[in-house]
């Protein structure tokens, strides 16, 4: 793994409300950054995804499992963990990260199920995605 790809990791992992400021330092003015829920361009749109996660989720803590990378592009596997609406919340996931000449990240690629690790908590919905899912798994 390369220093740049740590450097980048350990911004993740250590990010909260008052590191935001430094963003555009670790990611390019045009940076995509997309999840399940978002699929955006821009550093500043990128920030206030992460600050609408700031105001939503309280005891936000995000760690970095695995990382491997090739190139300009590193595949990082890692665990969030946080309260949302006063409840433990936690899930896995992926994101694949492409970084520019510079050494900034140019595009950031989240991947985890929204499905099970979101809307399943969710009153009513949840309890219909739950018994979808039960009837859909293979026995």
Known sequence: MSAIHDRYRRYLEDLSPAMLGD????VTADVRFKDPFNDVRG?????????????????????AHDMASE?????????FE????????AFDGASIIR???????AEHIDHWDAG??????LP????????????LAVE
């Not at 300009?72 to 665990?79: D, G, K, L, N, T």
């Not at 970084?99 to 990240?105: H, I, K, N, Q, Y």
């Not at 009513?124 to 009837?135: E, K, M, Q, V, Y």
Request: aromatic share 16%; proline share 3%.
């Open 99 to 105: 970084f520019a000449e510079d050494g900034r990240v």
């Open 43 to 63: 550093a500043d749109a990128m920030g206030r995804i992460f600050q609408h996660m700031f105001e939503n989720v309280q005891d936000v803590k995000f760690r």
């Open 23 to 26: 963003l555009e330092t670790y």
């Open 116 to 121: 099970g690790d979101f809307y399943e908590h």
């Open 71 to 79: 190139g300009p592009v590193c595949f990082m596997s890692w665990r």
């Open 124 to 135: 009513i919905i949840g309890s219909l995605l739950a018994f979808l899912r039960r009837r």
């Open 82 to 89: 946080g309260k949302l609406r006063g409840k433990p919340w």
